[in-house]
């Protein structure tokens, strides 16, 4: 059976791939990972540029546009209008990440509520499905996304899913699918490993968050599209599944999602 894995979460614009990008892609191909949602993040439009420039024309890598809750307080509204332009580009696949984050709180809580909201709404009214992403902001997160139905009209995902199971039992229960980063991988992260049992293989997607939370053992390394491999590998033994099929559902379930 050859592998089907899916990317659903890098940055694999960021500069820390400037001097490597081919190679690294190389790897992730040899690795089986055949599709990679690309986050671009701005607001700033050099960021956005660059990630059109690099991946447009690809096949293999889709695009998703987004600013982080960490940078909501760079937000007004000529950085949104320019934001919706990206957005409504053809070929992007989905709006994202955005969301709350209230463990680091990088941008003061009131204007990541505000932006998040603001967001959402474009998405219902692009008609583009959302990677969300929320930590230590549960109800916040939960009371935007529920009252707009957002999963339900347009589909979407918390990404690098850390919450508890009955967390992601919520989450679920609006029509939302959940992903696993490295983090699933960590030796301390036996309480994940657990919520990730509970969630049906289903409504799972796979993610490396790179070049963030590289997975063990690759831990102090820079992370790339080829470790998801370890993700996919950890949910395999947690749900009794063959790696093959764990990448084969969770490919499957991203296309349903982002419409590859
Ligand atoms: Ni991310």
Known sequence: MVMFLTDSHAHIDYDSYDTDRDEMLGRAQSTGVQRILNIALGPESEKFEKAFSLFELSKDISIAVGVHPHDAGKMDEDAYNKFKAYAARSGVSA???IGLDYYYENSPREAQVKWFGRFLDLALELKLPVTIHSRDAFDDTYEAVSKRDIFRKVGGVLHCFTGTAEEAKKFLDLGAYISFSG???FKKAEELRQTAKSVP?????????????????YRGKRNEPAYVLRVAETIAALKGLSVEEVAKITSENAARLFRF
């Open 201 to 217: 293989i289903e409504k799972m997607l796979i993610e490396t968050d790179a070049p963030f939370l590289t997975p063990d053992p």
């Open 183 to 185: 983090i699933i991988t």
């Open 95 to 97: 709006l994202g990440e």
